[in-house]
């Protein structure tokens, strides 16, 4: 499973709006400067946000965006499936009903499940806020990684 470059994105930008916030509306300009993503980009992540009812926003020069839920209220999950739909490892996950031919048959089945359940779980029980008030001990905690990675960009 890879994540897209919007993945990513949207979950900055959230994040970001979680940081800085409040009950403040955002310009997408200050996000772009501060995330280094192009304003254009936002708009097209903003779209897909909005139009599900995650962010709150008004028009014109003080306009701008905001969460339309608090920080807590949003898993990471939640997010990444606006922008990546499911997350599942395997197309018969991906659906409510597994039609698979194969189902019944399937060696792999069981395992492609169990993966499943771990991505879910982990996306689903990390919050918005859980990403914002971060520091570089708690992402380590959140990762489970050792103190000998490198530094992530993404």
Not at 25 to 49: A, F, M, N
Request: charged share 25%; with cysteine.
């Amino acid at each position: 499973m890879r994540i897209s470059t919007r993945g990513r994105y949207a979950l900055r930008f959230m994040i970001d709006l979680a940081q800085h916030g409040g009950e403040e509306y955002i310009t997408l300009k200050d996000v772009s400067k501060r995330q280094g993503i192009s304003v254009k980009y936002l708009e097209q992540i903003t779209s897909l946000l909005s139009k599900l009812g995650l962010l709150l926003s008004v028009r014109g020069p003080s306009g701008g965006y905001k969460l339309a839920r608090k920080p807590e209220n949003y898993t990471a999950g939640e997010i990444l499936r606006v922008t990546e739909g499911d997350m599942a490892p395997v197309a018969c996950l991906a659906e409510p009903e597994n039609s698979c031919p194969r189902k019944d048959n399937c060696p792999t089945l069981p395992f492609w499940k169990g993966l499943n359940d771990v991505i879910k779980s982990y996306l689903d029980s990390t919050s918005l806020k859980d990403l914002a008030v971060a520091t570089p001990q708690t992402l380590q905690e959140l990762e489970g990684i050792g103190e000998e990675s490198a530094p992530c960009n993404q």
